[in-house]
C-alpha cells in the first residue's frame, strides 16, 4: 500500500477570494455569433467579451448625455413643461402669479438668465 500524503487544503489558496454572480442570457444565435467574432478580435473569451461589451455600452450610454433639442421642437417642449408645472400649482394662486412662477422655473430665475447659453443674449 501507498502511503497517504496529507494535501494542504487551504481553501482560498488557488480561489479568487471574491466571486462574482453568475447572469444568465438568452442571446439569438446570430448575436451570439457577433459576440464570439468581436471576442475574438479582442482575444478574451465569450463571457468576458460579454462584459465588456456591456461596460462600453454602459459607458457610452452615460457619456452621450442630454442630446440638443432642434430649436424647431424647443417651443414645443417648452410649452409641454409650462403645461406640466402649471397642473402643480395651486389652483387658487392668481393667473398672473402663475405666469411667474412658470416663467422663473422655465427661464431661470433674473439673476442667472444672462449666464444661460442656451437662450439668445438680451439686447441692453
Do not use: C, Y
Request: negative net charge.
Amino acid at each position: 500500500m501507498s502511503e497517504s500524503h496529507k494535501i494542504d487544503q487551504n481553501p482560498t489558496e488557488g480561489h479568487p477570494t471574491e466571486r462574482n454572480p453568475v447572469s444568465a442570457v438568452k442571446l439569438p444565435t446570430a448575436l451570439t455569433a457577433s459576440i464570439d467574432a468581436w471576442a475574438r478580435a479582442h482575444a478574451v473569451n465569450r463571457s468576458e467579451a460579454i462584459r465588456q461589451l456591456i461596460e462600453l455600452g454602459l459607458t457610452s450610454e452615460a457619456t452621450a448625455g442630454v442630446k440638443p433639442v432642434p430649436r424647431l421642437n424647443a417651443i414645443a417642449v417648452e410649452e409641454q413643461v409650462a403645461s406640466q408645472l402649471d397642473q402643480f400649482i395651486d389652483p387658487d394662486t392668481p393667473q398672473e402669479e402663475r405666469e411667474r412662477r412658470i416663467h422663473r422655473l422655465t427661464e431661470g430665475p433674473p439673476e442667472f438668465v444672462d449666464l444661460r447659453i442656451d437662450l439668445p443674449k438680451r439686447r441692453s
